[in-house]
């Protein structure tokens, strides 16, 4: 009796033993005297002692870094690129199978590709064109580890290190295409500003009263501002008394001019007087005097 018992109890502590429980995350590859029996998981499996054997792997996303590497780019500046790739295991049985350091592997792979890829780029690509380079990069990785089991989802630069000359470069670069943008907005500007005035200029020349206006106007705006002394030139045909002292001026010289001939005329001695070129008065007699002077 106690044998059977003891029996019983040697049975019950080998299949405890021979009970896994496996985690949602994890796959056993069971190999079966030697040979790859299959891959279990998860949830409880059952691991023969002595014929069975197995390795766990893990299926979970892997974060792993790339070091720093020194690459020159196709333009021949020396740089150093830092990166980070994510993969997983998609096939336990190719990990376990075909690769002795799968994590290793991938790492270095990783490091070989990115100074290969980086180095087919200019350093404006590296610096602007990060998302293409990035697609490429893992295209390139995946394609190669696929036979060990494993996906790279994505890989990602994320660090960019260049001399501190290029640096300055850059900088002076970069103000030298800030000005030349400035200047060209300030020349379409310009160039609007003329257009928009040439119109404004055949809209004014179109309308007769339309550039006296202007002036007006314009001389309202510069009023406004603090100057002691304001000259502006006003056209003669503004000013509302330019026609009567145009009309006038004829007549008046005209009257002068006959009296000064009648006072030549009717004074002989004094004809003589303007006609003597040593002469300095011209005498008038008493009665032109009257006349003159009234």
């Known amino acids: 009796m106690e044998f059977i018992l003891g029996l019983l109890f040697v049975m019950v502590a080998m299949a405890l033993s021979c009970l896994k429980f496996v ?10 005297f030697g040979r790859v029996n299959g891959v279990r998981g998860p949830g409880p499996v059952f691991i023969l002692p002595i014929f069975e054997t197995f390795k766990k792997v893990d299926t979970r996303m892997v974060t792993m870094s790339i070091p720093m590497q020194e690459v020159i780019t196709k333009d021949n500046i020396s740089a150093k690129t830092a990166a980070v790739c994510f993969f997983q295991v998609v096939d336990p049985y190719k990990v ?7 994590y290793s592997a991938t790492s270095q792979i990783a490091q070989t590709t990115l100074r290969s890829i980086l180095g087919q780029h200019e350093l404006d690509d590296l610096l602007s064109e990060r998302d293409k380079i990035n697609a490429q990069l893992q295209a390139i990785i995946d394609r190669q580890t696929e036979g060990w089991g494993i996906k790279v989802n994505a ?3 994320k660090d960019v290190e260049i001399p501190e000359s290029m640096q300055r470069a850059m900088a002076r670069q970069a103000e030298a295409e800030r000005e030349r943008r400035a200047k060209i907005v300030a020349a379409e500007g ?4 003329a257009e928009k005035l040439a119109e404004a200029a055949k809209v004014i020349g179109t309308a007769p009263g339309a550039m006296q206006l ?6 309202v705006e ?3 501002e603090k100057n002691s002394t304001l000259i502006f030139p006003i ?22 001019a006959e009296k000064v001939g009648e006072v030549i005329k009717t004074s002989e001695p004094a004809k003589q007087e303007v006609l003597n070129p040593g002469a300095t008065s011209i005498p008038i007699p008493e009665k032109h005097k009257e006349e003159h002077l009234a």
């Open 214 to 219: 202007r002036q007006l106007q314009t001389m």
């Open 155 to 157: 890989i990602e630069v």
């Open 235 to 256: 056209p003669i045909e503004l000013m509302p008394f330019a026609n009567k002292a145009a009309g006038a001026a004829p007549s008046i010289i005209q009257k002068v």
């Open 190 to 193: 310009e160039l609007q500003a």
């Open 96 to 102: 376990v199978t075909k690769i002795e350091d799968p």
């Open 23 to 32: 985690n949602e995350y994890d796959r056993l590859v069971v190999f079966r």
């Open 222 to 224: 510069v009023s406004n």
